[in-house]
């Protein structure tokens, strides 16, 4: 379980990753909610594009939530995070690449910055800013859901539709969590059937 640290002058950037379906989203707003407990002034930030379950919430696919300020770059963000003393960011493999600055200057400014994302695209890749931002973090957690194949640990998020966009949002129905084996067992029967196609 993650304990926050007791910073007194400067702040910090968490980041949480993992597939799809893993709970790091739920961390997130686990963090966020504690952070209001102790009654620092918090938000939470979300892309405009994730309307998936509501365009002004940040939720969880256990639907829990919290109220969310939808932004559509980093650069709006930075312009909204003034006065705050946690900062969340939710789905943040879909910011653009200057949210590494924006976020290492919020954390300059003494704001404590806690991030998830997925760490890999449905290809296995690296996704967006994720990379980077694991570099420059303070802490990070790295989660893993369950392989909906198997039942081992899942790292990867298959996708279930034969879209090649890099963002297809989506739940249950468009993704499944998958071990690395799970994983490449499924690329490849999709390779095959797509030769035959």
């Known amino acids: 379980m993650f304990l926050e640290p007791h910073f007194k002058r400067s702040g910090w950037i968490e980041v949480i990753c993992g597939s ?14 504690r952070a209001k407990i102790a009654n620092q002034k918090v938000v939470i930030f979300k892309p405009a594009l994730d309307n998936r379950y509501a365009t002004h919430k940040v939720v969880s ?7 969310a300020v939808p932004v ?16 969340g960011v939710d789905e943040a493999q ?20 806690i991030i998830a994302g997925l760490d890999m695209d ?14 420059v973090a303070e802490y990070i957690t790295k989660l893993h859901a369950i392989c909906q194949q198997c039942g081992h640990l899942a790292t990867h998020s298959f996708r279930l539709s034969a879209n ?9 129905q468009t993704y499944e969590a998958r071990c690395r084996s799970c994983y490449a067992e499924g690329e490849k029967k999709q390779k095959e059937v797509g030769a035959q196609g």
């Open 20 to 33: 799809m379906f893993s709970g790091k989203t739920e961390e997130l707003l686990r963090r966020l909610r």
């Open 61 to 67: 696919h256990d639907a829990n939530s919290l109220e």
């Open 72 to 87: 559509v770059d980093s650069q709006q963000l930075m312009n909204l995070a003034g006065g705050y003393d946690v900062i």
């Open 94 to 113: 879909f910011f653009d690449a200057e949210l590494v600055q924006t976020v290492q200057q919020l954390a300059l400014d003494g704001c404590r910055v």
């Open 122 to 135: 449905f290809r296995g890749q690296p996704f967006g800013p994720i990379p980077q931002l694991l570099a």
């Open 164 to 172: 090649e966009e890099t963002i297809e949002l989506g739940a249950q």
